[in-house]
Structure formats: structure tokens, C-alpha cells
């Protein structure tokens, strides 16, 4: 019974992304936010089910509460990712952060370790390959949530070509609290958490998911071609040999 409560929130999430480009306005942001709470409690059942509590509550206290750190200080200070806001249409805030994006720090990083535990030996090569897995896919959110305007940089400058509105220095902070994130997490979970299980196929199938659907909807659906390039590019170098890797088993 518990293997199933992955694959139904997995289907859950999907189901919800799918709807997404077809709404609009209110019910659109709504949509962003149980997206990210459905993978948020994917991320965390899957921890718990496969590698234990210890892993699940590292999980939670290394991406939950130190992403929520990093955003109300960047929201405070603009370090590390530039001087921006949140607007209010994806709920309640604390310190200027809304609640459900510390979430989304969580959804994410648990995929991209479980795939580089595919793709690297070593705890070092691990972290560089987790690290930069999760902030290549903010190619794919920072254009995304943008172009809504659920958020906005004051100094959008200098930006990658054809992806206005997000500096350059943002994605540069990504890359390095990712990096840091994926190294405290590495320390403190365990060795449990080093090992690849069997039972992590709907977590790599949701990292191979989040890749897929992210290039088709910035290419087709969401008007944002140049973001679905960059992230396709830098993204793919991570989830392309992932699945050359998982095609060989």
C-alpha cells in the first residue's frame, strides 16, 4: 500500500501541471500552488518511506527551513539572487516570503540527489551534480513565475539572452546555495541516503517529468522559447545522461 502513495501524488502532480496552460489568472496560481505542495509531500513521502525519518526530517530541515532562510534574506538583502519581491498572489507571507515557496526548494532537491546518486560515486561529485541539477531547473521557474508575475526583480539586468527580467546573478546564486544545500544535506542524512534504492523510480520519473514537460510548455504553450533553450541546454546535461544511464539497466 505505502509504495502506491508516491505513484498517486506523482499522478496527482502531473494531472495538475497538465491543467496549468489551460487556465488563467486566479485559478492559474492555484494551480501553482498545489503543484508545489503535491511535490512537496511526494519529496518527503518518498524520503520517509524509502530512507527513513532521519532522512525525511534532514530533508525537510536542510532544504525547508534553510530555503526559507535564504529567500527571506534575499528578499531582505538581495543576496544571493538580486534585489527582488514576491507578489501576493500565491498566498500568505512570512517576512516577505510566501509560505509555499520554501516548499518548492524541497520538491526539487530530492529528485536531483536521487539522480545524481545515479550518475556520480563520490560524495563531492554527488553534491556538484545534485547542486547543479536543482539550479539548472530554475531556467525553467524564474522565466516561468516572471512572466505571471508572481515575482519581479528590481534590477533585472544583465540578463541571459532572451530571458528578460531575471539577472544573470540570479541564476549564479542558485548554483551556489544549491551546491551548499546539496553538501549540508549530504553531511548530516546519513548513509542511508548515499544508496540508491529500488523503489526511487517514481522520483527519478518525476526529475525526468519536470524536464520533459518544463521544455514542451516553455516551447509551445507558454510563449518562452529562449527559457525552454537554456533550460533544455543546462537541465538536459544532468536528466539526458540519467536516461542514458537508466536505459542501460
Not at 190 to 213: E, F, M
Request: charge should be positive.
Amino acid at each position: 500500500m505505502t509504495r502506491a502513495i508516491p505513484w498517486a501524488l506523482l499522478g496527482a502532480l502531473i494531472l495538475t501541471q497538465i491543467c496549468y496552460p489551460l487556465t488563467g489568472g486566479g485559478a492559474r496560481a492555484a494551480l501553482t500552488v498545489l503543484t508545489v505542495v503535491l511535490g512537496y509531500l511526494l519529496s518527503v513521502s518518498h524520503a520517509l518511506l524509502t530512507r527513513g525519518v532521519r532522512t525525511a526530517v534532514t530533508l525537510i530541515a536542510t532544504t525547508t527551513l534553510c530555503g526559507f532562510a535564504v529567500e527571506a534574506l534575499g528578499v531582505a538583502t538581495g543576496f544571493p539572487f538580486g534585489t527582488y519581491d514576491y507578489s501576493g498572489r500565491l498566498g500568505p507571507k512570512l517576512l516577505g516570503v510566501p509560505l509555499v515557496i520554501p516548499l518548492a526548494w524541497t520538491w526539487m532537491a530530492w529528485p536531483a540527489w536521487l539522480a545524481a546518486l545515479r550518475l556520480a560515486r563520490s560524495r563531492v561529485a554527488r553534491i556538484a551534480v545534485a547542486g547543479a541539477g536543482l539550479a539548472a531547473w530554475d531556467l525553467f521557474l524564474d522565466p516561468q513565475m516572471v512572466a505571471e508575475g508572481y515575482w519581479t526583480w528590481r534590477s533585472p539586468t544583465p540578463a541571459l539572452p532572451g530571458v528578460p527580467g531575471i539577472p544573470i546573478g540570479n541564476y549564479l546564486g542558485w548554483l551556489g546555495f544549491a551546491l551548499l544545500l546539496m553538501a549540508v544535506f549530504a553531511a548530516a542524512a546519513g548513509p542511508r541516503a548515499a544508496v540508491a534504492a529500488d523503489r526511487d523510480a517514481p522520483i527519478l520519473a518525476l526529475w525526468i517529468w519536470t524536464y520533459a514537460s518544463c521544455v514542451l510548455a516553455h516551447a509551445v504553450f507558454l510563449g518562452l522559447p529562449a527559457s525552454a533553450l537554456w533550460g533544455g541546454v543546462l537541465m538536459g546535461a544532468v536528466v539526458l545522461p540519467l536516461l542514458v544511464r537508466l536505459s542501460r539497466r
